[in-house]
């Protein structure tokens, strides 16, 4: 069994920065893909970023020059640095972990919201 467990979400001004977290336990294939989505009300949950465990990384654009995803291998944790931070990022934020085949995992979702 797989767990996704998230933490650092919370509130910030705009153009301040959050640093969200997310650590797997379990039974883990070592090639995997470890990415963030997010939700806001009333939208559909979207990528934000993710990353294999050779480091090779995607970014949608809104978050481009703004978002960085990295990853402890070692820890099986995925982090997102989210700087310059504006309204519009107001979401749910979700782990992600999947490899080959079905084999996807969600975390529980941390909330972020940004406002004055």
């Known amino acids: 069994q797989v767990q996704l467990v998230e933490s650092g979400g919370g509130l910030v001004q705009p153009g301040g920065s959050l640093r969200l977290s997310c650590a797997a336990s379990?039974?883990?294939?070592?090639?995997?893909?470890m990415g963030w989505y997010r939700q806001a009300p009333g939208k559909q949950r979207e990528l934000v970023a993710r990353?294999?465990?050779?480091?090779?990384?995607t970014y949608v654009d809104f978050v481009k020059g703004r978002f960085t995803i990295s990853r402890d291998n070692a820890k099986n944790t995925v982090y997102l640095q989210m700087n310059s931070l504006k309204p519009e990022d107001t979401a749910v934020y979700y782990c992600?972990?999947?490899?080959?085949?079905?084999?996807?995992?969600w975390g529980q979702g941390t909330q972020v919201t940004v406002s004055s």
């Open positions: 992600n972990l999947r490899w080959y085949g079905d084999n996807e995992y």
């Open positions: 379990g039974s883990i294939f070592t090639y995997n893909t």
């Open positions: 990353a294999t465990r050779g480091g090779t990384t």
